[in-house]
């Protein structure tokens, strides 16, 4: 026995091959020899470790730390640190891509602290190369057992008990496949291994091959002792040259030993095996496919029965298991079935191997007991979703199988439960989608997948793959028709029925399951041509105009900005965007979320772009336009929406009146956001835009109160409603109606109607607030009173990242030395002399997935504790006011408190002279979507005006040319999103001076030009 | 290769098992070499590989040796730290490699602290 001081088990898997280890292991011998410690420290080549997005990786024992991402250069470093000083080198561990925290040690990594391993058991602990290692493992153990202890029949009958189905992807049970072979007359029958696995995203049998090949070669010598077979064969494709070779030592070491071929350990037992390479047809994965291959013809499917247990490969009596099969079988015969049975679902034993692929932080290799729910693998073990981008689905096997949608996070996958759900196990292949990836999409890449592998043996799948791909191909490419969606689901069902294997029997699958799931995306691809992911690009000119609610033509502005032609960016912005300097400071910028410079580093700063225009440009003078429309429009409310309405309203040449409650217009952008976001000159030059074209605005004109309903019917031909939604949710505490306690929106309203006061202190909360919520209404209450001199403190009853607050404020917020307690909720105000003096609150903790795809907060029983303040805002929702509509006017109200709107429109409520949009009818939204519904609106409004007037549809006026400058750099560098200069300091804190002090002519070039001009046509 | 027998197959678990014994993490004793560039220059490296060559002899498969850089005290270099499991570390002192061998044989294998040798118990807190 050599003794090492230390063992450096470095992965040598495919994927960390790919990512350097060679390289690495190669610099690691050459230090060790340098610095002489070759006798004490022993190195190691594994297979896959499972953490394949973290390569190359090494474990460094006897203490259990595990380095990634390792680069040939870090060796004499770690070598220094770690074997030499005994200092752990932090900068290569892992850091929890949520909370950031470092984590020196394997068992602690929640990837691998939250699997159990049986097939994986082996797994980065040894040198596949070498079977001594394998058997210090009690490997062999299991077929020593099963060639001398036990019968054909017995062995049979453990399989059966531990409840192991085949993991190949159909599920059938493994014992019963072998009791009918067993069964099966015959001399001569055959043990066959699949590995000529092929799904896209399913890499578990190679790694399993490459790590622990003499656990497959034990299966299939207990296999054989089952069946009473003498020869088998592993039927592995060729481009899996590392798992061909580690198999192949792994059959010469064991055929030495004896522990293969004639008179297996003595035993009298003779089995002999081979390996055949497969050419990477994915038809050959089928079963009957797969044995026509090995019998040298061209691999095709043959129709069952007779089935292979009868008459298999050269019409022997025949077994084919997967690899994951196989190499489960030696624990459960060394262990008993019982052991195995003891983890799983009712149905479903034993645990599973995920290739986890994807939009997920940790791409790896997974192995869990079945039943683990999709959540716990995505986001405990996946480590969530890169980028913080939102969950959309998983699909899971492959182009056979479905997807398993946000709302299903809670499902315990098992067999049963994942064909409830409309997909397959298959081999476990799980690719994880998020929010980026368009379902009519996936659905076309895998029907082309399926298409391209088909043999083309029965017509069903030949000519069904052909069509089916061609109807999705139109949907995506913008050519959809009605009917497409019903005729997909008339073929699938057919082509399931009558293909001959299972390649036909499942390729309609991923289209049938993206229908069920995700059906309103095919339609909106047929009928409105939008793709919400922005992937069908033959849709759209580029992914952030295509986002952007109002369509604004991103891309040209941008250039504009780059050969510094600001006025013509300023006349771009005003062709869709009558807000552009108000969109440049507070939109939420949706078109960010899907730039593809994201992809390469970050998104381009779209709305700080869209703000340096209008700072810096002249704004273009606007003239009245001369009414020439007959027809009285009334819109009711000034913000946003109604504005935008009024403005195209006017434009067409209508006389409109704007009926305003409070004292100014501006609506949420006048009396919720506050000045230091949006200067009150900056929102009142663009409302003095709007009514220079002759739209009157008449302000502390409430509907049903100074104005009733009734004349407002009666004086205007056509109404537009777009109130708002103006009222805070309540949070259902006791103690809610005491003085002190205020609803968001309520006091922002009253702080910026007496700005002055508050500020001088002639009102005031208090010195201590808490601020209930985690909306940006809750982050404006809250920066607000710390500039009234409060010590605030937002109570969140989720974590940071689910706030629905922009990143950016709750980040300024947190610069500004707001306080934030997360996983809280309000049990109950505390009051003293009839005002407030605490919040008494309860810790929660995270359970189950909501619908959102959020965990939902849970309370912990006896946590309660109360937080001293003196004033409380409830910032957790708002909704519409719309008392103001009588009951009876035949404008109809749900019980959201939103306008119901009439059927097939966007915007017409149920009296068809009555139009609504904006926050009425949506719930609490953004300006540019309170933009985009005034459009809507006037678009609809003309529309049906002329319609009844029997008069010719609207057409735009020719707008002026405007020439877009192409240059387009070569060479893209990568290069972070400017920062946003921002003011500093004490003034920052005490007074409402603009906070983003907007970019310079320096910096917005700069950033002009990271754009990729996606709309560039080649 | 001569073909195996059971019995075979179980002289090579326990063989080979008690080569990989490190990576299970079952182990008794640590053993911490201080290898700064002060144990280094009074000769922690003899120390080392004394202690490696008397863990090969035994054959014991639960004493894990590890380097720590130096801990402040390099004028009673080499030192060297003893960890058995569940009772308080022992530092000692002006190591060498017949010490080495008597801490190994005593102390480590039969559990009797070499007095004479010792700097310190328990271990170094952090204010």
Known sequence: ?1018 | MAKITIEDLKKIKERVHAETALRDGHLRVKVTVHMGTCGIASGAKEVMDALLKEIEEAGVTDVAVTTSGCMGLCSREPLVTVEILNQDPIKYEYMNSNKMRQVFKRHILEGEIQNPFVLARGAETQK
């Open chain 1, 1 to 1018: 026995m050599k003794v090492f001081r230390s063992h450096l088990l470095i992965c040598g898997g495919t994927g960390c091959h790919a990512s350097g280890s060679l390289n690495v292991k190669k610099a690691l011998v050459a230090e060790l020899v340098k610095r002489k410690l070759s006798e004490e420290i022993k190195i190691v080549e594994t297979g896959c470790n499972g953490f394949c997005a973290m390569g190359p990786i090494m474990v460094v024992y006897p203490e259990g730390v595990i380095y990634m991402l390792i680069k040939a250069e870090d060796i004499p470093e770690l070598v220094e640190e770690h074997l030499i000083k005994g200092r752990i080198l932090e900068r290569l561990l892992y850091r929890e891509p949520t909370t950031e925290e470092i984590i020196p040690t394997m068992q602690e990594i929640p990837f691998f602290a939250l699997q159990e391993l049986r097939v994986l058991r082996n797994r980065g602990l040894i040198d596949p190369e070498k079977i001594e290692e394998y058997i210090a493992r009690d490997g062999y153990q299991g077929m020593a057992k099963a060639l001398t202890e036990m019968t054909a029949a017995d062995i049979v009958q453990e399989i059966l008990a531990s409840g192991l189905r085949g993991r190949g992807g159909a599920g059938f049970p493994t014992g019963l496949k072998w009791k009918f072979a067993a069964a099966s007359p015959g001399e001569v029958k055959y043990v066959l291994c699949n590995a000529d696995e092929g799904d896209p995203g399913a890499f578990m049998d190679r790694s399993v091959l490459e790590a622990d090949p003499h656990a497959v070669i034990e299966g299939m010598v207990i296999a054989a002792k089952a069946i009473g077979s003498g020869h088998g064969y592993v039927y592995c494709r060729a481009e899996y040259p590392l798992a061909i070779s580690r198999l192949n030592i792994a059959i010469g070491q064991a055929k030495d030993m004896g522990l293969l071929g004639n008179n297996i350990l003595g035993t009298g037992f003779d089995f002999d095996l081979e390996i055949y390479q497969g050419a990477g047809a994915f038809v050959c994965g089928e079963e009957t496919a797969l044995m026509t291959s090995i019998e040298g013809k061209r691999g095709m499917p043959r129709p069952r029965p007779p089935f292979p247990a009868i008459a298999g490969l050269w019409q022997r009596p025949s077994v084919l298991n997967n690899v994951e099969t196989l190499a489960n079988i030696g624990q459960i015969i060394l262990r008993g079935g019982a052991w195995y049975a003891s983890v799983g679902t009712e149905k479903s034993k034993g645990t599973k191997v995920f290739a986890l692929t994807g939009d997920v932080n940790n791409v790896g290799l997974v192995e869990v007991p079945m039943g683990t729910t999709l959540g716990t693998i995505v986001y405990d073990i996946g480590g969530g979703i890169p980028k913080g981008k939102k969950f959309k689905a998983a699909q899971l096997g492959g182009p056979s199988g479905g997807m398993i949608p946000i709302q299903h996070l809670n499902a315990p996958i098992d067999y049963e439960k994942v064909a409830e759900l409309g997909a397959i196990m298959g081999s476990g292949g799980m690719i994880v989608m998020n929010e980026d990836s368009c379902a009519v999409d996936m659905a076309r890449f895998f029907m082309d997948f399926c298409q391209d592998e088909s043999c083309g043996k029965c017509t069903p799948c030949r000519e069904g793959t052909k069509r089916m791909l061609q109807i999705l191909t139109n949907i995506t490419q913008g050519k959809g028709k009605e009917g497409d969606i019903e005729l997909l689901e008339e073929m699938a069902p057919i082509i399931k029925d009558a293909s001959l294997c299972g390649l036909g029997q499942t390729a309609p699958n991923p289209v049938l399951s993206t229908i069920r799931y995700f059906r309103k995306e095919y339609e909106d691809h047929i009928r409105n041509h939008r793709c919400n992911a922005a992937v069908c690009t033959a849709l759209f000119k580029s992914p952030c105009q295509h986002t952007c609610p109002i369509e604004m033509d991103i891309p040209s502005y941008i250039a504009l900005i780059r050969a510094n032609r600001m006025e013509d960016a300023y006349k771009v912005l005003l062709r869709t965007n009558p807000f552009p300097s108000v969109c440049g400071r507070v939109c939420d910028h949706k078109c960010q979320t899907k730039c593809r410079r994201g992809k390469m580093d970050e998104p381009i700063a779209i709305k700080f772009l869209k703000r340096f225009i209008t700072d810096n440009a002249p704004r273009p003078k606007i003239e009245p336009v001369p009414v020439t429309r007959n027809e009285k429009i009334a819109v009711v409310g000034a913000g946003p929406a109604g504005l935008t309405a009024a403005r195209d309203l006017a434009l067409r040449g209508y006389k409109v009146t704007v009926f305003e409650e409070l004292p100014e217009p501006g609506g949420m952008l006048r009396w919720a956001i506050p000045a230091y976001r949006l200067p009150r000159n900056i929102l009142a030059n663009e409302i003095a835009d709007v009514t220079s074209l002759g739209v009157e605005i008449k302000c502390n004109i409430r509907v049903g109160r100074e104005l009733s309903f009734d004349k407002l019917k009666k004086d205007y031909d056509y109404v537009y409603m777009a109130p708002g939604a103006h009222k805070s949710q309540k949070m259902g505490v006791a103690g809610e109606e005491l003085p002190g306690v205020y609803g968001g929106v309520e006091f922002l309203r009253d702080f910026n109607a007496h700005e002055d006061a508050w500020v001088k202190g002639e009102k005031t909360m208090g010195s201590k607030v808490a601020v209930i919520g985690g909306g940006n209404s809750a982050i404006d209450a809250a920066r607000v009173a710390l500039r009234l001199g409060a010590d605030v403190t937002i109570l969140y009853r989720r974590e940071r990242k689910d706030m629905p607050a922009a990143d950016e404020e709750i980040i300024a917020a947190e610069d500004e030395g707001i306080k934030f307690e997360y996983l809280v909720a309000p049990l109950k105000i505390e009051a003293k002399d009839g005002k407030v003096s605490g919040i008494t609150c309860e810790r929660m903790k995270l359970g189950e997935f909501d619908r959102s795809g959020r965990r939902k907060p849970v309370a912990i029983p006896g946590s309660a504790f109360t937080l001293a303040v003196d004033a409380i805002v409830a910032a957790i929702g708002q909704v519409p006011d719309l008392t103001f509509v009588p009951k009876d006017s035949g404008v109809s109200v749900n019980k959201w408190d939103t306008f119901d709107l009439a059927e097939g429109s966007k915007s017409q409520t149920t009296d068809a002279r009555f139009y609504a949009g904006g926050d009425a009818v949506t719930g609490p939204d953004t300006v540019i979507g309170a933009i985009a519904a005034g459009h809507q609106a006037a678009r609809d409004m003309d529309a049906a005006i002329r319609l009844a007037n029997s008069e010719a549809a609207y057409e735009e006026p020719v707008e002026e040319k405007i020439d877009i400058p192409l240059i387009i750099d070569e060479e893209g560098e990568e290069a972070p999103q400017g920062k946003m200069p921002e003011l500093h300091g004490a003034e920052r804190k005490t007074s409402f001076v603009e906070v983003e002090l907007g970019f310079s002519m320096e910096d917005a070039v700069k950033e002009a030009a990271r754009c990729l001009r996606c709309d560039a046509e080649v």
